[in-house]
């Protein structure tokens, strides 16, 4: 059974580009949850999702940052017009139910913006 | 005030030694507590759940004391495979929040021959 999937691992982006990371959760798994790490920071909540419903976006930037979690394909965090404080590695659980004990973190993209 | 806090650290011990991580935590709506651990440029990986009674697996022990919003994880006869950064994770249940996780910034151990 794969693990979860994220890609790319790594990502570079110029200054008013659009990035977008992709995230494949176990198989059987329905909510998915990106958390963002900034450098010598820990990680941060970003955003909840199950299957085409956003459940809690309560940390996820009011601009430039969206994510969907469609019910065919992997789940997508989109930032546009990225900036370098963008520059993070970003990481996505998943879950097969509500549940926090049984997350499970893919390896997550590096983004650099140049 | 952050969410979670743990020890600033770094903590650098000889095999062997043991070594004591605490964590406290200000959400006294926080239900759930875990102790993750996070090698260099990789992803956070489960190490234990935290419970009141205590719970102990191996060469590790977690100890939960609600009162004083207070969460300590114990390692004993550290491994050189032990070095990593320990994460404190708090989840705020209840109302929209079910499964988000609130991580404490993480502190660094260092174990050395």
């Known amino acids: 059974n794969a693990g979860v999937m994220q890609n790319p691992r790594h990502l570079v982006r110029r200054r008013g580009q659009e990035a977008r990371l992709r995230c494949s959760p176990m198989?059987?798994?329905?909510?998915v949850y990106w958390y963002r790490q900034l450098p010598e920071e820990g990680l941060k909540f970003m955003v909840y999702?199950?299957?085409?419903?956003?459940?809690?976006e309560s940390g996820m930037p009011k601009e430039r940052f969206s994510a969907e979690f469609p019910k065919e394909g992997p789940s997508i965090l989109r930032i546009q017009q990225v900036v370098r404080g963008d520059s993070a590695a970003y990481f996505c659980?998943?879950?097969?139910?509500?549940?926090?004990?049984?997350?499970?973190f893919g390896p997550g993209t590096r983004l650099l913006v140049l | 005030r952050k969410e979670v806090e743990q020890d600033p650290g770094p903590f650098n011990v000889p095999e062997g030694a043991t070594v004591a991580f605490n964590c406290t935590y200000s959400?006294?709506?926080?239900?759930?507590f875990f102790w993750y651990r996070q090698d260099c440029r990789k992803e956070p990986k489960l190490l234990m759940s935290?419970?009141?009674s205590g719970n102990e697996d191996g060469r590790f022990t977690a100890q939960l004391n609600r009162a004083s919003q207070y969460i300590s994880l114990l390692i004993r006869d550290s491994k050189l495979s032990d070095s990593a950064t320990y994460l404190c994770?708090?989840?705020?249940?209840?109302?929209?929040?079910?499964?988000?996780?609130?991580f404490g910034q993480g502190t660094i151990l260092t174990v050395h021959p």
């Open positions: 959400n006294s709506a926080s239900q759930s």
């Open positions: 999702l199950q299957k085409e419903n956003i459940i809690d």
């Open positions: 659980a998943s879950s097969p139910r509500i549940s926090e004990e049984t997350q499970y």
């Open positions: 994770v708090a989840s705020n249940a209840g109302g929209t929040s079910y499964g988000k996780l609130t």
């Open positions: 935290v419970y009141s």
């Open positions: 198989k059987g798994h329905s909510h």
